[in-house]
């Protein structure tokens, strides 16, 4: 209890006032938990073995959340919105499918492939509403890094036609490439769903906001360094280890006297029409009803899983803490919760299926998330939505989208690159703020 020692004098003191207490004293106060008061280690084995109807359920309503919300899903409330919502994110997973295949180095079909199976699998195990799984930049880079190493173009040279200089058999070297994407893919979830049932969704305590931010605004630069050689019709030398994003940078200047200028043509054209769209899709959200619309099983080689774990484990993190943060966010907006642990086998599932139909590694994407959220979508039946608008988009438009020139699709992975680059953003408040925060950041 506080109280004044005195008025009369020049400032007023106080005096802390409170109760001596002995060790029992102190542990009733705290409420303390006496270690005798626990159960017994056997007591807690029997209890978990334990076997009910009410318990079987909701193991079976936390395995598979669909079961849990689906039969009480309200046409009248929610349909129009997931309509509109999952149309507008379906058209945008068309295009940035297929750009962000560039990043992971596959054909851009494969893209849409990876727009499509994982994303009706988090629709059965998701327990967030609103985000929308599928391609991103961050994970597609990361892929394309190992497809790469793995899969060089020195590795499938062959002797051209009516000439002794060598080629690169294309088909062979792209074919394999899917192969080592669909591995890292199927091993990478495999880690997740483990993880998951090994409860280790804690780990999201760990990755702060600003860590997660940084490490996505890293990326988008090594994006977009990736992304020039197809804007200037270039073929720049590939790097790797320290420094490699600096000798990419300088080959693509030495480069650019070589520049193809129908392509760069293209691609200034391209940018300036998806910038103003996307401006005018922001600027007039509320008054548009959808967005303007600008933009097979197989078995993964197991062989691969030795020369990926590692790159596996850190995709694995990298997409679960990118989609747990957006998972949290709509969560906190929108006043319900999402499971970080079945989130995480949510996810590893999604890959795992995503595997063996030759997709690649997916997570949420910010851009999808808000516009599926902002179009007025209240459950993941809209994501199961996006997905149709995909599977019909290859079963029946595919042709329309085959010569689909790599430098517009290069200027679409640019300009969904936006919000990573406005993150920069953040280094005056940090700056404030925390600086160990900054410096996290930073590295």
């Not at 200037?232 to 300088?250: A, C, E, H, K, M």
Request: proline content about 5%; glycine content about 8%; overall charge positive.
């Amino acid at each position: 209890m506080l109280r004044p020692t005195g008025a009369g004098q020049r400032g007023v003191g106080y005096l802390v006032e409170r109760d001596v207490l002995d060790e029992q004293s102190l542990e009733e106060v705290a409420r303390k938990r006496l270690h005798s008061d626990k159960p017994l280690l056997t007591d807690r084995l029997k209890e978990s073995l334990r076997c009910s109807v009410p318990r079987l359920k909701r193991t079976v309503l936390g395995c598979l959340p669909v079961l849990s919300w689906l039969p009480r899903y309200s046409i009248r409330e929610c349909a129009l919105g997931d309509l509109i919502s999952g149309i507008s994110v379906g058209i945008m997973h068309l295009p940035q499918g297929m750009a962000y295949a560039l990043l992971a180095s596959v054909p851009p079909v494969f893209g849409l492939y990876t727009s499509f199976y994982p994303v009706l699998v988090y629709f059965l195990f998701g327990t967030s509403r609103h985000i929308s799984v599928g391609t991103f930049a961050v994970i597609s880079i990361m892929v394309g890094s190992v497809t790469e190493r793995l899969a060089p173009d020195s590795d499938f040279l062959i002797n051209g036609t009516g000439a002794t200089q060598l080629q690169v058999d294309v088909t062979a070297r792209d074919a394999y490439r899917v192969e080592v994407a669909a591995a890292l893919t199927l091993l990478g979830g495999i880690l997740q769903v483990l993880l998951g049932l090994v409860r280790f969704g804690f780990v999201v305590t760990y990755l702060s906001e600003p860590l997660v931010r940084g490490y996505t605004t890293g990326a988008a630069v090594h994006v977009v360094t990736s992304q020039l050689k197809y804007m200037f019709g270039v073929s720049p030398q590939r790097f790797s280890g320290p420094l490699s994003l600096v000798y990419t940078l300088i080959d693509i200047c030495s480069l650019l006297p070589e520049t193809n200028i129908g392509t760069l043509v293209v691609s200034l054209v391209s940018l300036v029409a998806l910038i103003v769209v996307k401006e005018l899709n922001s600027a007039y959200s509320k008054k548009l009803p959808l967005p303007i619309p600008i933009e097979l099983i197989v078995t993964p080689d197991i062989n691969i899983f030795t020369e990926v774990i590692g790159d596996a484990f850190a995709v694995a993190i990298v997409g679960y803490a990118i989609n747990i943060s957006l998972g949290k966010t709509f969560a906190l907006k929108h006043g319900y919760k999402v499971d970080s642990n079945q989130e995480l086998v949510a996810l590893g599932l999604s890959n795992v299926v995503g595997g063996f139909f030759q997709c690649y590694s997916v997570t949420s994407s910010m851009s999808r998330s808000l516009v599926q959220e902002s179009t007025g979508g209240k459950t993941q039946v809209a994501g199961a939505i996006s997905a149709v608008i995909v599977l019909i988009t290859v079963l029946k438009l595919g042709s329309l989208f085959e010569e689909l020139p790599k430098a517009v699709l290069a200027t679409i992975v640019f300009v969904n690159l936006k919000g990573m680059f406005k993150q920069f953003l953040d280094i005056p408040a940090l700056w404030k703020s925390n600086k160990i925060d900054l410096v996290s950041r930073d590295n």
